[in-house]
């Protein structure tokens, strides 16, 4: 693989995984959010992420399986999709949003899960940087030796 491949292929994750910390702070900031009714509800929203492929015969790279798309290129984000686990329905009739019965209505967003996914998005940010990186003297080094 090209270092200008590395690049693009570890500039990509970094994108992915900046998405991803964005969409956690989202579902972080609206996970105590009360609603009066169940279709105003805040749902938790997570990012879909699918591998890209790029033909590997460029470099004189040898087919894995016979197939010429099998070096990976990085990630392509499909989207960002709304959970469909339940959400949480309280008895409050003192709040000042209950409705009618009595219920409020809170985001089905699980505190927990999101503190994993944060960390977990993080860290892969901080690897794709050490990638870059890594490419990056790489390529100093290359240029010092014609020199």
């Known amino acids: 693989m ?14 992915a995984q900046s998405l991803r910390l964005n969409t956690t702070a989202s579902n972080l900031a609206n996970a105590q959010s009360a609603s009066s009714s169940a279709g ?8 879909v992420f699918a591998a890209m492929a790029r033909e590997a015969m460029a470099f004189g790279a040898e087919p894995i399986d016979g197939n010429a798309q099998a070096a990976s290129a990085g990630v392509q984000v499909l989207g960002v999709v709304e959970s469909d ?17 009595g219920y409020v209505y809170y985001p089905n967003v699980n505190v927990v899960e999101e503190m994993t996914n944060m960390i977990s ?11 870059m990186n890594a490419a990056k ?4 080094r290359v240029i010092t030796l014609g020199q």
């Open 2 to 15: 090209a270092i200008g491949n590395i690049f693009d292929v570890a500039g990509s994750g970094m994108n």
């Open 40 to 47: 105003d509800v805040y749902r938790s929203r997570q990012p």
């Open 85 to 101: 686990a339940p959400y949480e329905q309280r008895h409050e009739p003192t709040h000042p949003l209950a409705d009618e019965d």
């Open 121 to 131: 998005a993080s860290r892969s940010f901080q690897v794709n940087v050490e990638v």
């Open 137 to 140: 003297q790489m390529a100093q």
